[in-house]
């Protein structure tokens, strides 16, 4: 039961209004025989209220108020506050007729309730004193802005992507289901609040243990969708769908990848999957025309589920490293190398990180399309998890690390496609790609291509009304497969490309593409190169021969190990006067190493560092 103390130092009993005082005859259990109505006092109140200077008398007020807003009102009588009041719990049509007559030019009610006997106004501060004198007013408290429980995060990404702004903002319709095909997703954890609407293990190797044994699977989910106290990602009211297809030291199969795009394939519909995170890359350089993988993503993209990719993180102090692997050397899906932030939330200074992949494909076409941070992300693991073991020195609190590597970027990008698909549910996987890249920073420091377009801007790219189509020079090779499904005639593209290099120019002459703010002709013309292919004979035995599985190959680290990168001091967390600018936040420092994509193959399967 609360006790109040009254101006007269006695209490006041009851959950309600309780034991009248001397000077009041309240017989009811609410208001009372004899008493005023809330509203009725209040609009009286108001009515008598005028703007004067108050002295300290702090003991006359008897409702509770936010702390601070007595001592503003007291120095701002004339000034106006947003407040909501509250008396008795009686509903708000008790007083809907005294109440009609409350407006001025600065005071007026803004809303009345049912839940609870109060109303929203607008009062002036010498009335925001008055009603707090008043014993039939309960409380005054300002209307706040309201944010998403929980949801805050004290690093830059957020920020340097745009993502932030859907935390206290939201969208007008639920974010589509994201499935994550990585090596599982700790679904017990609070990060995900019961959002892990399935979990399918397609990993055929053994020591896959249940969950995520690995960590890495979780930490990519909790970039993507994670909602946890100062670790938010990108879409934190996405559900996901955990496609597992790895082990406990980051092994998988390129089999078991694609049967985990089968999958979704099959299942799409049932969960709502509109984008599908792929944080791994094959081990086996190949051109679209055979990969398998690639096939397999393309008709998730055919089929309405926005793909993103992992670029790589093989690439060597910061030189075009090319990106010859399946799934992100696909032209169709959306391939995402890693940015380095350096220590700002400008995009003027950032560079990729020095062992992003990016250059030309093995059929010509620039990659990654766009960049996201990746350097120095924190997010959620298993505590048991292998990657906890293997570097401990990268653990930032009790169940996150701070990791490296365009296998973190990605994330980014597939919430950032489900905050654009909730905008625009009837948009394909083109569209969300045409939004992002046109929205996307310009980043001047970074080497050209290195970034593709430039840094994700989640917010620029919601808000557009439409978006062109940068897979357009590639629509008219997309036919049926006589099965009410749609392919990709890769044969007769690269006839065409043989015979006409200026296949592509209708995807960048697009009118469409002229208010970008990158758009220029150096784009548009690097991002197909015939030369790095066009002498080769694409029916030839060339594409077959062990030469593509020479030891060459794997002098240069694909299995993805960025742990050498150097923490700078801090990490990448805000300081406490930049996130108080931003959002009004306080941040803590940790500093860790790196790791980077995940690896598959067949036959010869890699680990994941």
Known sequence: MRQDRGSSGGLRWSALWGKPSKSETRSSALWGKGGRGFVATFALAIALAAPAAYADDSASFKAYT???????????????????????????????????????????????????????????????????????????????????????NKQRWPFVSGVQKFWANGTSAPTPTIAVVDSGIDASRSDFGGRVVAQVNLASLAGNSPGDGRGHGTFVAGIAAGSGTDYAGAAPASKLVSLDVMDDNGMAMTRDVIAAADWILANKDK?????????????????????????????????????????????????????????????????????????????????????????????????????????????????????????????????????????????????????????????????????????????????????????????????L???????????????????????????????????????????????????????????????WASASWASASWSDASWSDASWSDASWASVSYADNAEGDASPAGGEWIDPAELDALLGATADAAASTDTGTTTVSDPAATTLP
């Open 66 to 152: 936010t702390p601070g807003l007595i001592a503003a009102a007291q120095a701002n009588p004339k000034g106006t506050f947003d407040v909501v009041l509250m008396g008795n719990d009686r509903p708000s049509g008790w007083f809907t007729k005294q109440i009609a007559g409350f407006n001025s030019a600065k005071a007026k009610v803004r809303r009345q309730y049912t839940s609870i006997s109060g109303v929203a106004a607008r009062l002036t501060g010498s009335q925001v004193l008055t009603l707090a004198r008043n014993g039939h007013v309960d409380s005054i408290t300002y209307d706040a802005p309201v944010a998403l429980a929980g949801l805050s």
């Open 465 to 527: 009304t439409s978006a062109p189509n940068p897979n357009l020079g590639l629509t008219r090779f997309v036919v049926s497969d006589g099965a009410g499904g749609l392919v990709f005639d890769s044969a007769s593209w690269a006839s065409t490309a043989k015979a006409n290099a200026s296949w592509a120019s209708a995807s960048w002459s697009d009118a469409s593409w002229a208010s970008a703010s990158w758009s220029s002709a150096s784009w548009a013309s690097a991002s």
């Open 271 to 463: 969960y709502g999957i509109r984008v599908a995170n792929f944080s791994l890359h094959s081990s086996q350089p190949n051109s679209i025309m055979f990969d398998p993988l690639d096939k397999a993503v393309e008709r998730l993209w055919f089929a309405g589920v926005t793909v993103v990719a992992a670029a790589g993180n093989y690439g060597i102090s910061g030189q075009p490293s090319g990106v010859p692997f399946a799934p992100g050397n696909d032209p169709f899906v959306i391939t995402v190398g890693a940015d380095d932030v350096d220590g700002s939330v400008s995009t003027m200074d950032d560079v990729a990180a020095p062992w992003s992949a990016y250059g030309y494909t093995l059929d010509g076409f620039a990659k990654p399309d766009i960049a996201a941070p990746g350097r120095f992300i924190v997010g959620p693991v298993p505590v048991a998890s292998t990657l906890v073991t293997e570097r401990p020195a990268s653990v930032v609190a009790p169940g996150y690390m701070q990791l490296s590597g365009t296998s973190f970027a990605a994330p980014i990008v597939a919430g950032a496609a489900a905050q654009i698909l909730a905008a625009h549910p009837g948009w394909t996987p083109d569209q969300v790609k045409g939004a992002l890249m046109l929205t996307a920073s310009r980043t001047p420091s970074a080497a050209p291509l290195s970034e593709g377009v430039g840094i994700v801007d989640a917010a620029k790219a919601v808000a």
